[in-house]
């Protein structure tokens, strides 16, 4: 599985962006998809998740009620639009793929694969 992620860039805050998530073809498997936030230095911090029917999604409590993520699995391709932007949300933004289907996972240990990040700064 190859994930590529594009729509980054350097926004004012206040500001909106929409990150893209493209999963490769060659993929049949169901995967939950999510967007993590890494800062140098520091861990992956877990922004959303969505569950391969679209039908389940968590939020991190600092994304709640600013971003929304999405998919088409028809395109192949997870969103995540990103309103109110704060200096906070500064960092890189990845997708993971997690085979798990009994539970939206959170934590990165539990994603196979991984993109390599579209970086989001956002100045005040």
């Known amino acids: 599985v190859h994930l590529i992620e594009s729509g980054g860039g350097t926004v004012q805050a206040g500001g909106s962006l929409r990150l893209s998530c493209a999963v490769s073809?060659?993929?049949?498997?169901?995967?939950?998809m999510g967007w993590f936030r890494q800062v140098s230095g520091k861990a992956r911090e877990f922004v959303a998740v969505i569950s391969w029917t679209a039908g389940s999604r968590t939020y991190a409590d600092s994304a709640k009620g600013r971003f929304t993520i999405s998919r088409d699995n028809a395109e192949n391709t997870v969103h995540l639009q990103m309103n109110s932007l704060k200096p906070e949300d500064t960092g890189l933004y990845s997708c993971?793929?997690?085979?798990?289907?009994?539970?939206?996972?959170?934590?990165?240990?539990?994603?196979?694969?991984w993109g390599q990040g579209t970086q989001v700064t956002v100045s005040s």
């Open positions: 073809e060659r993929t049949r498997s169901k995967y939950a």
């Open positions: 993971g793929a997690s085979s798990i289907d009994t539970f939206l996972p959170v934590a990165p240990r539990l994603y196979e694969y």
